[in-house]
């Protein structure tokens, strides 16, 4: 099991808003790491989508925005569109001994 | 243009080795950290070794230590991973990955900016 937990699978028709979520403990977002998003298209190399909680990449369409509250962060986006369906993943950084880069087991959005 | 691209990926038989190669190229490879990504088919990223931009300091997740040596030349501007005594459960897709070595993005950890094709390693007799 991933030490960032994420829902599994999320929908949405397109245009509407998903929101995907992503929950950390002590160690790791609550200890104030920072939480960075990655979209990995079928078949494709992860890319970075969000950096620092709430910052997009150029390049990065504004209806994609994360934020970060307690031990636990969240990506949204808004305006759904087909080439949105992909896998998304949140990382951060785990203060434990056994830590260190860790990733959520990814949420696979379908776009419906 | 800025770019990683792994190989060295194979079929080889549980025990044995292999070594996978990243090389980097269009930036100052020296003023980035590197990192070792696998994803098992149909499962989540897994951070694998880390090291950072001089090669002095050295992470490695613990179901890859003592199996596992990562290192870089950056005059070559290449990473490498040697897998010793690979088991079925090392079958994954590799993925090289940068993070800035200074304060580029004012996060930490900084995040993995670059990522690789990806070299794809299968352990099986």
């Known amino acids: 099991q991933s030490v960032l937990t994420q829902p599994p699978s999320v929908s949405g028709a397109p245009g509407q808003r998903v929101t995907i979520s992503c929950t950390g403990s002590s160690s790791n977002i609550g200890a104030g790491f920072d939480v960075h998003w990655y979209q990995q298209l079928p078949g494709t190399a992860p890319k970075l989508l969000i950096y620092?909680?709430?910052n997009r990449p150029s390049g990065v369409p504004d209806r994609f925005s994360g934020s970060k509250s307690g031990t636990s962060a969240s990506l949204a986006i808004t305006g759904l569109q087909a080439e949105d369906e992909a896998d998304y993943y949140c990382q951060s950084f785990d203060s434990s001994l056994s830590g260190r880069w860790v990733f959520g087991g990814g949420t696979k959005l379908t776009v419906l | 243009q800025v770019r990683l691209v792994e190989s060295g990926g194979g079929l080889v038989k549980p025990g044995g080795s292999l070594r996978l190669s990243c090389a980097a190229s269009?930036?100052?490879?020296?003023?980035?950290?590197m990192t070792w990504i696998r994803q098992a088919p149909g499962k989540g990223l897994q951070w694998v070794a880390h090291?950072?931009?001089?090669?002095?300091?050295?992470y490695y997740a613990d179901s890859v230590k003592g199996r596992f040596t990562i290192s870089r030349d950056n005059a070559k501007t290449s990473l490498s991973l040697l897998m010793e005594s690979l088991r079925a459960d090392d079958t994954a897709m590799y993925y090289c990955?940068?993070?800035?070595?200074?304060?580029?993005?004012?996060?930490?950890?900084?995040?993995?900016?670059?990522w690789g094709q990806g070299t794809l390693v299968t352990v099986s007799s």
């Open positions: 269009r930036f100052t490879f020296s003023d980035y950290y």
């Open positions: 620092g909680n709430t």
């Open positions: 090291i950072d931009d001089s090669g002095e300091y050295i």
């Open positions: 990955a940068r993070s800035p070595a200074g304060p580029e993005y004012y996060a930490t950890p900084e995040p993995f900016d670059l």
